[in-house]
């Protein structure tokens, strides 16, 4: 009988070792330790309440905590960043919305990542319309109001929006441009500094998302002007569209999306993208979406691949024309 030494029998066990975890997918363990999702905008906003929703339903379908953390800045292109250096595992990933994710490439000169090869793209979540708003002694009660004012005011008129290429900051350009107005853009770090000088009547108007205002329009803090989708607001069924109040066609929209550093597992990205859109489709997660004028998608990564280059091409041919300025 051959005798096989120590050192022998340690090497062939290693091997066999080393051939049994290439046969493990990194799926078959994730998640063994907390999941930390990254809102690249300070707690408060519409941003920050999809992602405590996503990561509520990460915990759920994974079975394991996920806790949030808010690195706002820049447009969500600091805690972006961070997310984009951080170790392609699975453990660091980020929900945000098109800015951090796309427009900021096209928009902020020198940002530290690319969101096409920096990121592991993992849901497509869902999409929102925004709303038009102003401070309640504004002197503009309708989206004409606001043309007619730019006009007899040209220079004067700024619009708020939750950071430099935020969809508002996108809305307002367009806006301007279908109006043949000249606007100023406010950009903030986030909805609730931008909430909280609204309601102060330090700004007069902004373009946002409309989870983080509803209620102050309702009581009568601020006035809704319109909406920039093709359809009102379940939310805020009297305030009609931008398109319904003369500039026909108007219409943007923005979407969230989760993503990881690049180099994550596939089959660890579809792991997390499956916990989300079980959650985005179900009844429940509809239902706590639809509250905030959010419509789910709960797309897949490939879905979220798609939508990034789009918003990237589409800005892009904003900066081009003109309409929106680099930084």
């Known amino acids: 009988m051959k005798t096989v030494s120590r050192r022998g ?29 990254v809102v690249p905008y300070p707690a408060g906003g519409g941003s920050d309440a999809i992602g405590r929703l996503v ?4 915990s759920a379908g994974l079975s394991q905590t996920t806790v949030v953390e808010n690195r706002g800045g820049a447009a969500g292109s600091i805690g972006a960043g961070e997310v984009a250096r951080s170790a392609p595992d699975g453990y660091t990933i980020l929900v945000g919305g098109s800015a951090p994710l796309a427009a900021n490439k096209a928009i902020q000169a020198g940002l530290a990542y690319d969101p096409q090869t920096d990121f592991s793209p993992i849901s497509l979540i869902a999409e929102t319309p925004l709303v038009m708003l102003g401070g309640k002694d504004v002197p503009m009660n309708s989206v004409q109001d606001v043309i007619e004012y730019a006009k007899e005011n040209p220079g004067s008129l700024a619009i708020g929006n939750a950071g430099l290429g935020a969809k508002g900051h996108i809305a307002a350009a367009l806006f301007a441009q ?45 006035k809704a002007l319109g909406i920039t989708a093709s359809q009102r607001l379940a939310s805020l069924p009297d305030v009609p569209t931008i398109a319904e109040q003369g ?28 916990a989300i859109a079980a959650w985005a489709t179900s009844p429940e997660g509809e239902e706590k979406l639809l509250q905030r004028d959010v419509n789910p998608i709960g797309g897949s990564p490939a879905d979220l691949a798609t939508a990034i280059d789009n918003e990237i091409e589409a800005i892009q041919s904003l900066v081009d024309a003109g309409v929106v300025a680099r930084q």
Not at 10 to 33: E, Q, R
Not at 55 to 58: E, L, N, P, V
């Open 247 to 274: 500039l026909e066609g108007f219409q943007a929209t923005l979407w969230y999306g989760c993503v990881g550093p690049a180099g994550m597992p596939e089959d660890v990205a579809q792991k997390i993208s499956d």
């Open 55 to 58: 990561a509520d339903a990460i």
């Open 178 to 222: 279908a109006a043949g107005i000249e606007v100023t853009y406010a950009p903030y770090r986030g909805s609730a500094p931008l909430l909280a000088d609204l309601l102060g009547g330090h700004i007069m108007l902004a373009i946002d998302t409309s989870g983080t205002y509803v209620p102050h329009v309702k009581e009568g803090s601020l």
């Open 9 to 37: 029998f340690l090497a062939a066990t290693g091997a066999a070792g080393l051939a049994i975890t290439t046969n493990v997918s990194w799926s078959d363990t994730f998640p063994s330790k907390p999941i930390t999702l």
